[in-house]
């Protein structure tokens, strides 16, 4: 046994037994063992919070999903209205193009019918004066200044006839 004294690696054998006696005497292990526990609590306290922010994250993201496909829907209606209004306003359009075209048309079919009536007019009127001047020309050329002063006295005469 006077060699175990003598070997350097059984006092340092025996040196470590006598400290962790040390430190069990004076509850060192309980320490590190309390230690452990709260680190361990916290961890867990951690995890459990980690957890409640990962299920408030998903139902946050499954209202956001539900927003979005509600808004989704909602703009899908708002298209289906806009197209039924355009293609409202688009016939109203139509018809209120052919009314106007409709109004223009017989306008203008009133204004040729017009100015046929007055072409009509000034073409007979034109012509009356030309039979006139024909007829007075053709009388003041072939009778004879009594012929005249006659046919004057008879459409005198008539005229007051006429006119009574």
Same mark, same amino acid.
């Given at each position: 046994?006077s060699y175990l004294?003598?070997d350097?690696?059984?006092?340092?054998?025996?040196?470590?037994?006598a400290?962790?006696?040390?430190?069990?005497?004076?509850?060192?292990?309980k320490a590190i063992?309390?230690?452990?526990?709260?680190? &361990?609590?916290? +961890?867990?306290?951690?995890?459990?919070? @980690?957890?409640?922010?990962?299920e408030? !994250?998903?139902?946050?993201l #499954? $209202?956001?999903?539900?927003?979005?496909?509600?808004?989704?829907?909602?703009a899908?209606e708002?298209?289906?209205?806009?197209k039924?209004?355009?293609?409202?306003?688009?016939?109203?359009a139509?018809k209120?193009l &052919?009314?106007? +075209?409709?109004?223009?048309?017989a306008? @203008?079919?009133?204004?040729?019918?017009? !100015?046929e009536?007055?072409a #009509? $007019?000034?073409v007979k009127?034109?012509?009356?004066d030309?039979?006139?001047?024909?007829?007075?020309?053709?009388?003041?050329?072939n009778?004879?200044?009594?012929q005249?002063?006659a046919l004057v006295?008879d459409? &005198?005469?008539e005229?007051?006839?006429?006119?009574?």
């Amino acid at each position: 046994m006077s060699y175990l004294l003598q070997d350097t690696s059984f006092w340092a054998f025996i040196g470590l037994v006598a400290f962790f006696a040390i430190i069990w005497r004076f509850g060192v292990h309980k320490a590190i063992a309390k230690g452990l526990d709260s680190r &361990a609590y916290a +961890i867990r306290t951690e995890l459990d919070e @980690a957890r409640r922010l990962r299920e408030e !994250a998903q139902e946050m993201l #499954a $209202k956001y999903e539900r927003q979005q496909r509600d808004a989704a829907s909602e703009a899908e209606e708002i298209v289906k209205k806009a197209k039924l209004d355009a293609e409202f306003i688009r016939e109203n359009a139509r018809k209120e193009l &052919a009314q106007r +075209i409709e109004r223009r048309t017989a306008l @203008a079919e009133q204004r040729i019918a017009q !100015a046929e009536a007055q072409a #009509a $007019k000034d073409v007979k009127a034109l012509a009356a004066d030309i039979a006139v001047e024909a007829a007075a020309k053709l009388l003041s050329e072939n009778l004879t200044k009594t012929q005249r002063n006659a046919l004057v006295k008879d459409a &005198a005469g008539e005229l007051a006839e006429r006119l009574n």
